[in-house]
């Protein structure tokens, strides 16, 4: 079960930007968000490719994706706010996602720790996807 979850989180976040780029058509560039997918699609594959090297692997793998895509967030909540407003679940996320991916990076050395943070992770990760759906489905408004 651990193990499709870990699968599915990056490819919910893929979901999660598509949905992201279709509420937010400003003029702005797409770019952070379709390489944040390009990162989440490419997770994918190593989790499963790390999945059968061990739980120090899988934990580096996610620890990496967390904090790379995390300082996309973190950029783009804090570009975007002035344009759309409400992007504080975005920032909050970003933020948050930094140093969870470094602190699962530092766990691959106790890997029985890391993978119960991980449910935790996943946890506050769901909290702000409804924190954003709730903000996008509000009018945007420029302030």
Request: glycine fraction near 12%; avoid cysteine; hydrophobic fraction near 55%.
């Amino acid at each position: 079960m651990t193990a499709i979850l870990l699968l599915v989180y990056p490819t919910w976040d893929v979901a999660a930007t598509f949905f992201d780029i279709r509420a937010n058509r400003g003029p702005s560039s797409k770019l952070p968000q379709f390489t944040n997918i390009v990162i989440g699609l490419l997770t994918t594959v190593a989790v499963s490719v790390a999945l059968k090297q061990g739980v120090p692997t899988v934990l580096v793998v996610f620890g990496a994706w967390a904090g790379l895509t995390g300082l996309i967030q973190l950029v783009l909540g804090l570009r975007r706010r002035r344009t759309f407003g409400g992007q504080w679940p975005m920032i909050l996320s970003g933020g948050q996602s930094i140093i969870a991916g470094a602190s699962f990076i530092a766990m691959a050395q106790a890997p029985t720790m890391g993978i119960v943070n991980l449910a935790g992770y996943a946890a506050f990760g769901a909290f702000y996807f409804l924190l954003a759906a709730f903000r996008l489905g509000k009018p945007s408004r420029a302030v």
